[in-house]
């Protein structure tokens, strides 16, 4: 069984940073693309940053210049350092992978930015 854990998140004052990080374990035997994912109150789940075994990170225009994805595939972890952030990118932050060619899904890790 594969599992996606998250961690890092919590309450930053706008301008504010953090770091995200999801770590995957169990049978793990090929690992495809790993990335982030957010859902604001009301609003529908919607990609932050990804980042594949080929080609460069993919961002949401809004979070260009501002977030960071990173892995470290010996750890198999998965990072989104996040920095100016915004009241708007309140949300709960998942983590999502392609392992062993299925998706999977963290359970989820609330970030709130306010004063």
């Known amino acids: 069984q594969v599992q996606l854990v998250e961690s890092g998140g919590g309450l930053v004052q706008p301008g504010g940073s953090l770091n995200l990080s999801c770590a995957a374990s169990?049978?793990?035997?090929?690992?495809?693309?790993m990335g982030w994912y957010r859902q604001a109150p009301g609003k529908q789940r919607e990609l932050v940053a990804a980042l594949t075994n080929f080609g460069r990170p993919n961002y949401a225009d809004s979070v260009k210049g501002r977030f960071t994805i990173s892995r470290d595939n010996a750890k198999k972890t998965v990072y989104l350092q996040m920095n100016s952030l915004k009241p708007e990118d309140t949300a709960v932050y998942y983590c999502?992978?392609?392992?062993?060619?299925?998706?999977?899904w963290g359970q989820g890790t609330q970030v709130t930015v306010s004063s």
């Open positions: 169990g049978s793990i035997f090929s690992i495809y693309a």
């Open positions: 999502n992978a392609n392992i062993n060619q299925r998706e999977y």
